[in-house]
């Protein structure tokens, strides 16, 4: 069956950076689009960043970019997710998610995501 095993997240100061990375097993990987939510106590899941099955086309919420960068590498079954001049904001759950189609920024077009990696950004 489908897993996503997300790793990386840890308590980092305001301006720090986490490499978040995420291992995919139970279907092709290469196949799928795939992208990172995150959820913060209190709200709801939000959508952070997209990439399409090739990696070549990448899409990021406002609220991250120029400071998130999503990665993938189909021949290691690999999701990454580079975050760079970290906000107290960006304190969130972080999950792996695997796109089933619909559009992009909607949880809901997301089947399958990983248990989560705790993100903290606290002085």
């Given amino acids: 069956q489908v897993q996503l095993v997300e790793s990386g997240g840890d308590r980092v100061q305001p301006g720090g950076s986490l490499r978040l990375s995420c291992a995919a097993s139970g279907f092709i990987f290469s196949d799928y689009a795939m992208a990172w939510a995150r959820q913060a106590p209190g709200k709801p899941l939000e959508w952070v960043a ?44 972080y999950y792996c998610c695997k796109f089933k189609g619909g559009p992009i920024r909607s949880t809901g077009s997301y089947d399958a995501r990983g248990q989560g990696t705790q993100v903290t950004v606290s002085s």
């Fill in 50 to 93: 997209f990439i399409n099955a090739y990696g070549g086309s990448l899409t990021y919420t406002d609220s991250v970019k120029g400071r998130f960068f999503i990665s993938r590498d189909n021949a290691k079954n690999t999701l990454t997710l580079q975050m760079n001049n970290l906000e107290r904001d960006d304190s969130a759950v």
